[in-house]
């Protein structure tokens, strides 16, 4: 069997709404697990890639083998040439997952925690009703960012794979929220403990905004939430809890009076008293959306007197406001990365105005 065989029935539906690399790639990994491509066996080249998708841009074809030499399911052999891995260095499923993340490919890190998701959703491994990993969760397992834990379960959101029940709780499934006990049940199958939001009385005796804060204390005190890392934002509790916005700034002001977080004006509420260092990979949302574009910036992506995308372009690709994306501009045009003009945008600046690099 040629090696192309087997991939024009999976071409010629055309990649939908999924990158044309991610299904090219897709399609070998099939053949992979399935035995068609045995160990050792030469994967597509390139050029076959392109034919069996009737894909002209080449670059599509190049990324999708890099994705499979990223992800360990093959190994080069010559120039140019590839074959099949040896099946014991095939990322496992289930299990350490977070071992087939690899931060340096040219899938983004939360599209890879995505793709494993969708795979275990897909296999039966996480059933139907089951409640998805929270971001504290996956920040934990993988090792990323806040931004990158809301991405991955953002994308989840957007292949139409989960629904959101109360604005922040997401259950493998199609939209619609869940009977009235289905989410413990959900909680109890998954393995994963009952959502937090029911564990709130909302007619006890106790304020909700203590029982908020009890939960993320017992949280802190367990090591979830570790010294420097990021409290739920009042934005975040809101949409979790139902609460209002006085409600989640008074838990806030509980977790500070119990000297368990402090507040850092415009950039968030942290876990541990003042002074309490942060994480290198816990930077403010805005400082982590300047390194991004500064580093597109030197990598010659995008060049000097040219615009970098716009607000509501950045709003869309990062996820976040535009308030964000504006504090974010501000510190580049400070540092002499861009300059703005009215009207027209945001430039990047010449090299001789960028800040020295010690």
């Not at 990994?29 to 841009?57: N, Q, Y």
């Not at 030499?69 to 260095?89: D, E, I, K, M, Y």
């Not at 993340?101 to 890190?109: A, K, L």
Request: net charge neutral; with cysteine.
């Amino acid at each position: 069997m040629s090696a192309v065989s087997g991939l024009r029935a999976l071409g010629s539906s055309g990649p939908q709404e999924r990158e044309v690399w991610r299904v090219m790639a897709d399609g070998v990994i099939a053949r992979i697990r399935s035995g068609e491509l045995a160990e050792g066996a030469r994967i597509p080249s390139v050029a076959e890639l392109m034919l069996a998708f009737a894909e002209p841009d080449r670059e599509h074809a190049r990324r999708a083998v890099q994705v499979l030499c990223s992800q360990r399911w093959a190994v080069a052999l010559g120039p140019g040439t590839f074959v099949v891995a040896p099946a014991s260095r095939w990322p496992s499923r289930g299990e350490g997952r977070a071992a087939r993340i690899h931060r340096g490919g040219p899938e983004p890190v939360y599209r890879q925690i995505a793709d494993i998701l969708e795979e275990e959703i897909a296999d039966g491994e996480i059933k139907p009703g089951a409640m998805v990993p929270s971001q504290s969760e996956l920040r934990r397992e993988f090792g990323v960012s806040h931004m990158s834990a809301r991405k991955a379960r953002q994308e989840l959101h957007d292949r139409g794979l989960v629904h959101t029940v109360g604005g922040a709780t997401m259950f493998v499934g199609p939209e619609g929220p869940p009977l009235r006990g289905e989410s413990e049940r959900a909680a109890a199958n998954s393995g994963v403990e009952p959502e937090r939001a029911n564990r709130i009385r909302r007619d006890g005796p106790v304020p909700m905004y203590r029982q908020i804060a009890e939960i993320i204390a017992d949280q802190i005190a367990r090591g979830e939430l570790g010294a420097g890392e990021m409290v739920p934002s009042e934005k975040e509790l809101k949409s979790e809890f139902g609460i209002a916005q006085m409600t989640a700034r008074n838990v806030h002001r509980e977790l500070r009076e119990r000297e368990l977080a402090h507040t850092v004006p415009g950039e968030g509420t942290f876990v541990g008293p003042v002074g309490t260092p942060r994480p290198e990979s816990l930077l403010p949302v805005f400082q982590v959306i300047v390194n991004e574009l500064v580093a597109e910036i030197r990598a010659g992506e995008i060049l000097p007197k040219n615009p970098i995308p716009s607000e509501n372009v950045l709003v869309v690709d990062k996820g976040v406001s535009k308030a964000t994306i504006r504090r974010a501009i501000a510190v580049m045009r400070e540092d002499g990365w861009v300059f703005t003009v009215p009207q027209r945008g945001t430039f990047v600046a010449h090299p001789d105005q960028w800040p020295k690099l010690p």
